[in-house]
């Protein structure tokens, strides 16, 4: 079982940037972010695949936010710049153990789920 710890929420004001990682304990596959409002459904942000070469967005990510990995270093990198109030969220860093077929969004293709960090954006 592979353990995710993020780091790296904060508050920040609207138009600022936050950089979150996500330590992974053992071999991952695909990794992805996502995140949920409160009252809301979990959404997923962005994913990668296992080597880094491949990247895909939701609509809300794309042009402002950055996903990458070190996997020498175990981590995964979330870089968010323009941040807007609707970004605000508790941030979830999610892998698969096992090989990916394709770049998913969908929280169901996820084995492994860290805890959390939570972003705050004031207008």
């Known amino acids: 079982q592979v353990q995710l710890v993020e780091s790296g929420g904060g508050s920040v004001q609207t138009g600022g940037s936050l950089t979150l990682s996500c330590a992974a304990s053992?071999?991952?596959?695909?990794m992805a972010w996502f995140r949920q409002a409160p009252q809301e459904q979990r959404e997923g942000v962005a994913v990668?695949?296992?080597?880094?070469?491949?990247?895909d967005y939701a609509e809300a990510a794309k042009g402002r936010f950055t996903v990458s990995r070190d996997n020498v270093k175990g981590e995964l990198y979330l870089q968010m710049n323009s941040l807007k109030p609707e970004d605000t969220a508790l941030y979830y860093c999610a892998a698969r153990t096992t090989p990916c077929f394709g770049l998913s969004l969908a929280p169901r293709t996820y084995t492994e789920w860290g805890q959390g960090t939570q972003v705050t954006v004031s207008s």
């Open positions: 990668i695949s296992a080597r880094g070469t491949d990247t």
């Open positions: 053992g071999t991952t596959y695909c």
